[in-house]
């Protein structure tokens, strides 16, 4: 997405031109603590990725790096305070897509611009699976389709919310099956997942850390993976393109960027870092602990995914008319 990438090409030309004065504002960072915003509540894998950077972060710079939980409108608090941050790497995000590529797809008004952001780099992803209520899980995947292709509006899919990636998942997946299903919006995850094991709901699209572990005590089943390979953390589950569905790619991630206007030359060493943290053993190790699968891209790199994120999910909610106010 063009405007997602611009200010890092524009970045680049400016930190051409700074010549060795802002090679050596680069070498000097950091010097003081750091503050990583993370937009949404304490507690689930959006905040225990940034979290696991922070602290070897802290070690790598000896510096103090506070990671603070600034939860609310699906995001936009957050991102709206980190936005006004003055632009010296001092003061990030690390943020699943919704502030970076969902929200000014769906928001009229925001208090920010995330195509503004200065990317750092994608973290970790995570797919999206779809799981299912215990009194379905005997029947195939297929089976299941027809059923719901069959009966508009009969079988209902819990999301943690209007707007959320699992709903838009959701979305994406009626739109392809070009089946009916009612809405049923939680507000986070908890509640959602408690329904749908109660058998309240049919369905729902969850992170795959959230659901696994009900879903290894058979309280709930996944019965696909929104994904182009299956996982290894569930080498039986399918993934969609198996059953028929290949454009049902959905997942979820965290990605760190600065305040626009940050000298690149200071994204680029935070970047790296992200780059060599995300690949340390144990870093790997708690990442696949929760299911999430190491990445630690480039600025640029970053800005081309989040760009056709940002796409995709924005044809997503057009197609299926979703606002939000």
Same mark, same amino acid.
């Given at each position: ?186 507000? /986070? =995850?908890? +509640? *959602?997942? @408690?329904?749908? &094991?109660?058998?309240? !709901? ?58 626009? /206007? =940050?000298? +690149? *030359?200071? @994204?680029?060493? &935070?970047?790296?870092? !992200? ?51």
């Amino acid at each position: 997405m063009k405007q997602f990438v611009a200010p890092l090409a524009a970045g680049i030309v400016a930190w051409t031109c700074m010549g060795s004065a802002g090679a050596q504002g680069g070498d000097t960072f950091p010097s003081k603590p750091i503050r990583i915003i993370v937009p949404f509540p304490a507690g689930g894998t959006a905040d225990s990725i940034p979290r696991i950077v922070a602290e070897k972060l802290a070690l790598k710079w000896s510096q103090p790096v506070i990671v603070e939980n600034r939860p609310g409108a699906g995001g936009n608090i957050g991102a709206d305070t980190f936005a006004r941050a003055e632009p010296d790497g001092y003061t990030l995000i690390a943020s699943p897509p919704g502030p970076m590529a969902i929200n000014f797809n769906l928001y009229k008004k925001l208090g920010y611009d995330a195509r503004r952001f200065a990317p750092i780099s994608v973290a970790a992803t995570m797919p999206t699976v779809l799981v299912v209520r215990p009194e379905l899980a005997a029947m195939p995947p297929q089976d299941l389709f027809r059923q719901i292709r069959g009966n508009p509006d009969k079988f209902t899919y819990a999301s943690q919310g209007n707007g959320t990636t699992s709903h838009l998942a959701a979305n994406l997946f009626s739109m392809e099956l070009r089946a009916q299903l009612l809405h049923i919006p939680y507000k /986070g =995850t908890a +509640p *959602a997942l @408690t329904d749908l &094991i109660g058998g309240k !709901v049919d369905l729902m699209f969850d992170n795959i850390s959230s659901s696994l572990a009900f879903h290894q005590s058979g309280r709930v089943k996944i019965i696909a993976v929104a994904a182009d390979r299956r996982v290894a953390s569930l080498p039986d589950v399918p993934t969609f393109g198996e059953l028929g569905l290949p454009d049902v790619v959905a997942g979820s991630w965290v990605a760190f960027a600065a305040p626009a /206007g =940050t000298p +690149p *030359a200071i @994204t680029a060493r &935070i970047s790296q870092a !992200v780059a060599e943290i995300v690949r340390m053993p144990d870093v790997q190790k708690r990442f696949a602990d929760l299911s999430a699968a190491p990445v630690g891209d480039t600025p640029a790199e970053m800005a081309a995914f989040v760009g056709k994120e940002a796409e995709r999910w924005g044809a997503v909610i057009r197609t299926a008319h979703v606002t939000l106010d």
